[in-house]
């Protein structure tokens, strides 16, 4: 596969044992051990079926002991497998058998990706320790918990593939953008990205590990693109401080996460203590109706979405951070990037970490 052509997954190997401990067994087996930095590997998925009753599980299992498995068999093995799982777990009947299942049902979603990953992907996933690890899928297709990898496999895990893993280290260790990719409210068991900075990020990272000369270079940040590069938790950081530093705020440390769904902290301004309410959004757009209220309009609202906003008839009393100009003709948008590119010494290490693979134009 072209380096071009390499997709990018975020896989979560939490296999739906109902024991902690069986959780922790499976993740054992999928990554290196505690001592290990790097090596083979799985990702694993639940939903497991009774095998015996697959009917094409036999030519798959010859076929991919041989690495001859045609792209027709594989979509015949994965259908058939989504049926019986889909019947096992959700009582599922179609009553069309040509129409195929849904594909937002978790076992359909996670068995489809299990099967568009290619030889040479990159993943990433985390164990239970929190610990980050970013790999190279080996295999073609996926195999059959009990094929391949006998025990707890055959009874919790349904499919597996194949992965060299890297170990990356803890949250302090791994570039943000990666962390707030785990941190999105509806997580699903594999996903892929269109994200052009995740997936150049990636490949920086896997390059690193490999030691092997891609010729890539490191990601430009500039006015335009700066926020789509930061994690959720790292553009409020950047928020707070701009404030705190920039506009003459005090932050209520016990407001973080704390307050209402609609913000994520409260300030106040050091002379005239007016409150301040702040909501971020990387890749989501803000409804801004949501605070025209009474109960907000003696406060200042700071908003900033990476791509825009909803509903946008706003009082005076709601700023956007990346559109609105400030009293002296000052963009904030330029204003909170120049305040970053200036003071990334201000973040924490998972922020430095991260600027080993970003450069500021």
């Not at 001592?35 to 599980?57: F, R």
Request: aromatic share 12%; charged share 30%.
């Amino acid at each position: 596969m072209k380096e071009n052509e390499t997709k990018v997954w975020r896989i979560n190997i939490k296999i739906g044992t109902k024991k902690l401990e069986d959780m922790e067994v499976i993740q054992k087996k999928c990554l290196p051990s505690e001592n290990e930095k790097e090596g083979k590997g799985y990702i694993a998925i639940g939903w497991p079926v009774n095998t015996s009753e697959l009917n094409s599980k036999k030519e798959y299992q010859k076929e991919l002991k041989s690495n001859n498995i045609s792209s027709n068999l594989a979509e015949k093995m994965k259908e058939e497998y989504q049926k019986l799982a889909l019947k096992t777990y959700i009582k599922y009947e179609q009553t069309n058998t040509n129409k195929k299942p849904d594909g937002r049902i978790g076992v359909v979603n996670a068995s489809n990706n299990i099967f568009k990953m290619a030889k040479g992907d990159i993943c990433f996933t985390r164990s239970k320790e929190n610990i980050y690890y970013i790999g190279r899928v080996m295999d073609d297709y996926p195999i059959l918990a009990e094929y391949e990898v006998t025990g707890i496999f055959a009874k919790e895990a349904s499919w597996l593939r194949k992965i060299y893993w890297y170990k990356l280290g803890r949250e302090d260790d791994v570039p943000s953008n990666i962390v707030g990719w785990f941190m999105e409210r509806r997580e699903h068991t594999i996903t892929v990205t269109n994200d052009e900075n995740k997936i150049s990020l990636s490949k920086l990272l896997i390059n690193e590990k490999e030691n092997q000369n891609y010729n890539i270079k490191k990601i430009t940040i500039n006015q335009d693109n700066y926020i789509s590069t930061l994690s959720t938790h790292m553009l409020e950081e950047l928020v707070c401080l701009y404030l705190q530093a920039k506009l003459n705020y005090y932050l209520y440390i016990s407001s973080w996460k704390k307050t209402t769904k609609l913000f994520e902290y409260i300030l106040v301004e050091k002379d005239t203590h007016q409150k301040a309410y702040v909501q971020t959004k990387v890749d989501e757009k803000i409804d801004l109706t949501d605070f025209n209220t009474e109960e907000y309009k003696d406060a200042k609202i700071y908003v900033l979405s990476g791509v825009g906003y909803t509903n946008d008839k706003h009082k005076p009393n709601i700023i956007k951070l990346s559109e609105d100009i400030n009293e002296n003709g000052l963009e904030y948008k330029k204003d909170l990037y120049d305040f970053y590119k200036n003071n990334i010494d201000l973040f924490g290490k998972g922020m430095q970490v991260e600027m080993k693979y970003y450069k500021f134009e």
